[in-house]
């Protein structure tokens, strides 16, 4: 790639300044980006290239930061970070981004200690509608997790999915990727690289059931904390519960959802439609508690 090469030096500097630091990842840096002439702030995903000496390792590096914008400047959608310009100079990648600044989901969760139902079913309503325009164009966000689901306003709850780094069109002939850190919220067909193919796309589903789950009782379904087997056998069996604290006092259709979302079997997990269908999204709150 010719002009990945080529050098524009200081571009995005020109255009921009640096502001305080978001979040980092393995090779990216997120930081505040103010728009010089018009004080608009954003988010930069900064990549230092640098920082991988082996040419492959390199070529790899940036085969990435190609996809996830050329992915992600294809998407448009209001609980999906838009992007805003891309830059790429010899030393680093820039990615400037729709600034969400009330932070990761994780955090929010952590500080609230769970969400009540009301909450859990806004957050999930918009990553279904998100992944559901995902699906439609053929991409398979496969990193979904409470780190990569961001706040653009905490008060209303209003997500915005982030990081598709490992983001992939369906069908498109890539290596499978190493599962890297934690699988927590890995589906199990991808431990076990079982051939999924059409399937694909309900890893989504499980992740996002992991996520539902932990909205709703502050606690992850999978854990290497919790007693043997490792996390890992957890997963591919399909090994969890709901322990009565709290869940005695979650709705049976919360439950029911969950559980179909993860639905190790790919084949009986729950589509992106079925779950926008589901009476726990239906259910609107009364005075009395819950109605359908
Ligand atoms: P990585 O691929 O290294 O995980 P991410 O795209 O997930 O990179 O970004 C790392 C962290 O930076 C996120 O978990 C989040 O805390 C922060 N971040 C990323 N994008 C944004 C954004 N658009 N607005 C606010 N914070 C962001
Ligand atoms: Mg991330």
Redesign the pocket.
């Known amino acids: 790639n010719l002009d990945l090469h080529r050098s524009e030096p200081c571009l995005f500097k020109q255009n921009y300044f640096l502001d305080k630091k ?9 930081r ?1 980006a103010i728009n010089r002439v018009t004080g608009e702030r ?2 930069a ?1 900064i990549i230092n290239r640098n920082r991988i000496t082996q040419i492959d390792k390199r070529k790899k590096l940036d085969e990435n930061f190609r996809i ?1 914008t050329s992915i992600l400047s294809r998407v448009r959608h209001p609980a999906i ?1 838009q992007v805003h310009g891309v830059f790429r100079e010899t030393d680093y990648l820039y990615l400037v ?5 009330d ?2 989901l ?1 955090d929010e969760i952590v500080s609230r200690q769970y969400l009540s139902e009301d909450d859990s079913r806004r957050v999930l309503l918009q990553l279904l509608l998100a992944i559901r325009h995902l699906h439609r164009m053929g991409i398979v966000h496969r ?1 979904i997790k409470l ?2 689901i ?1 706040l653009a306003d905490k008060q209303n709850l209003r997500l ?1 999915l ?5 983001a992939k069109i369906v069908g498109e002939q890539t290596f499978m990727k190493t599962v890297c850190g934690t699988p927590m919220y890995v589906a199990p067909e991808v431990l076990t690289v079982r051939q999924v193919g059409m399937y694909d796309n309900l890893v989504d589903i499980w992740s996002l059931g992991v996520v539902l789950y932990i909205c709703l009782c502050g606690f992850p379904p999978f854990s290497d904390e919790l007693a043997p087997p490792p996390m890992r056998d957890q997963i591919i069996a399909g090994m969890y519960s709901f322990p009565s604290d709290p869940w005695d006092h979650i709705s049976p259709e919360a439950i029911d959802l969950v559980c179909r979302m993860l639905q190790v079997d790919p084949r009986n997990r729950i589509t992106v439609d079925q779950a926008l269908a589901h009476p726990w999204l239906r259910a609107r709150r009364t005075k009395g508690g819950w109605s359908l």
Do not use: C, H, Y
Not at 97 to 101: G, I, Y
């Open positions: 978001l979040g980092s990842g393995a090779f990216a840096e997120v505040i954003f988010a995903k996830e970070v981004l729709d600034l969400a600044s932070g990761e994780f990193d780190e990569n961001l915005k982030a990081d598709f780094g490992l």
